[in-house]
């Protein structure tokens, strides 16, 4: 029996489609046929700036029954997150080839059993990587292969849907109808493989970065552009051990099919480990590091996207928040590329949606294949849709319009509604020593769902934080973007030191609370805007990351500054800070939903 038809046997036993099986495998009478066949492949790639490195890469190609070289079909290039492999897209795969796409979902370098070391979704590498499997969708041969020595050709596919000109306007012979979908760093190697090839069509990219030098060490003051910030921030711990930590494992767990992964930096680019070390040690990362991260970011080559994007963000991130998809969607739009935002509850960090918010996002991305694949007159759906935590629906805009903005200004230890009621008082803190944190929290990397109970309440340590809390609410008050916090902070001691660079400036953590009656404060989905002060001289203003949440009746809307973070390494010198109120320029201004 063919390994094609193995694989169908397989997929059908899987499935439970009983009645299909006599038709493929035999002893059962034949009732049904199988909607489609899938095989597994080898794929030899060519990688690096000159191309001058060889992986093998392992791949399943999914071919719809009705397929052939006389009734062509549109195809869908998938591939996992961090950690994962081929397998992890299977349900896609299965719901899609059902739906009359060709599929072809393979493991990332570094990944899976394919070779090759972890680049970070770098065009180089990775976007490179994935052009040449949209070669083989496209019918080249040299490609695809039947197993990992590369001696045996895969037959070559004629059964995918071919464009005559690429997006440049080139005119190619191997230019598959092909979009692509995957969460994660299966979302930002779509950004990575259309920048380096014209002939990709369509992307529907979930739960992704836009900078990861801002993923990985936020500094939410002093944004130039999106989310990316001149001054470094304060390095994630727990998610850049976790990831460290799946790197390596799948390196060793798959070394056999290429040792040379694990030389150097094991199954990282060369680069990651010392930047790790520096990160964890200094608590930012040094500007070199900052650039290769950016080298592997949509940021920093998005004027190369040109092609539709359904963009697809989780409200519960504490890794890539939603101002990254922000970030993307306004830089997409403004160039003219065909852009849409969605927001869906779940993220890195939890968050388990409703039927109907888990059926609203697949329909919306059904219908954007369809449109741009297919070519039906499907709607692609409203320009910016958002989960709603509160009812399990989903709301809807014309445009990324985060609200009106209502603003709260700071007045002793509270928040105020009317500059009248501002009044002078003061609140002070310090940051602890060589960047510990100083507040008690679940992990970000192994918390789980922020959306559940929490096993340790977040609790920030006495003397370490300043807070401002206002009055319960007489109605509820639903906020959809970015929260902003402009403030004037007092630390002498940091204005000494700053100078000398990130090393010597201030460090603190802003972030938004809901309080309810019983004056329990849960922080909103996690989210936290580290701040690294450029000049404590200075007013700063930082864009805190962005959620959709409504505060009920009676419960209060309450903004902490704090000293240090569970999660992020601070400020490696103890530094006494003053935030003193009176002046209506000490504020928090919130998106608010009228």
Known sequence: ?????????????????????????????????????????????????????????????????????????????????????????????????????????????????????????????????????????????????????????????????????????????????????????????????????????????????????????????????????????????????????????????????????????????????????????????????????????????????????????????????????????????SQGTPVKLMWRYNGHSGGTPSVTGAAYEADRIQAWFDHYLKGTSASTGPEFAYYQDWDGQVGTASSYTPGLATKFYLSGQNLVVSTDDVQPGGQSFVTAAAGAPTSVGSLDAVGGRVDAPQPNPDVNLPGTYASWSGAPLAKATTVVGSPELDLTLSAPAAALTQASGPGGQLVVFAEIYDVDAAGTATPINGLVAPVRVPDVNKPIHVTLPAFAHRFAVGHRIAVYLAGGDTNYRAGLTPTPVTITTGSIAQRLTLPVIR
């Open 1 to 333: 029996m063919s390994a094609t038809r193995l694989r169908s046997c397989a997929v059908l036993t899987a499935l439970g489609t009983f009645a299909a099986l006599g038709a493929v495998c035999g002893g059962l009478p034949a009732v049904a046929a199988p909607a489609y066949t899938v095989q597994s492949l080898h794929f030899k790639v060519h990688v690096g700036a000159d191309k001058n490195k060889t992986c093998d890469i392992v791949g399943d190609l999914y071919k719809p029954a009705a397929a052939s070289s006389a009734h062509r079909v549109p195809s869908i290039l998938t591939t996992n997150g961090f950690g994962g492999s081929a397998t992890d897209q299977t349900p896609f795969a299965q719901k899609y080839a059902t739906l009359g796409y060709a599929v072809l979902s393979y493991s990332g370098l570094g990944f899976g059993g394919s070779g090759c070391k972890i680049t970070l979704d770098d065009p180089d590498f990775d976007g490179q990587a994935g052009s040449q499997l949209v070669s083989f969708l496209g019918g080249s041969g040299g490609i695809g292969f039947t197993a990992a020595a590369h001696t045996t050709a895969a037959t070559p596919v004629d059964f995918v849907v071919r464009d005559s000109k690429d997006h440049n306007g080139a005119k190619r012979t191997n230019d598959p109808r092909v979009g692509m979908w995957g969460g994660s760093y299966g979302g930002q190697i779509q950004f990575a493989v259309a920048s380096v090839d014209a002939r990709m069509d369509a992307l529907n990219p979930q739960i992704t970065w836009n900078d990861l030098s801002y993923s990985l060490g936020p500094n939410n003051t002093g944004q130039t552009s999106g989310v990316s910030s001149a001054v470094p921030g304060a390095t994630k711990l727990t998610w850049a051990a976790a990831f460290s930590a799946i790197g390596i494992f799948n390196g060793v767990q798959y070394a056999q099919n290429d040792p040379q992964r694990l030389i150097g930096c094991p199954n990282f680019a060369d680069f990651v480990c010392p930047a790790l070390v520096a990160g964890g040690t200094t608590g930012y990362l040094q500007p070199g590091d900052v650039a290769a991260l950016r080298h592997a970011s949509v940021s920093s080559y998005m004027s190369r996207i040109k092609i539709p994007v359904l963009l697809d963000q989780g409200e519960v991130d504490t890794l890539f928040n939603l101002n990254e998809s922000v970030a993307t969607y306004r830089s997409l739009k």
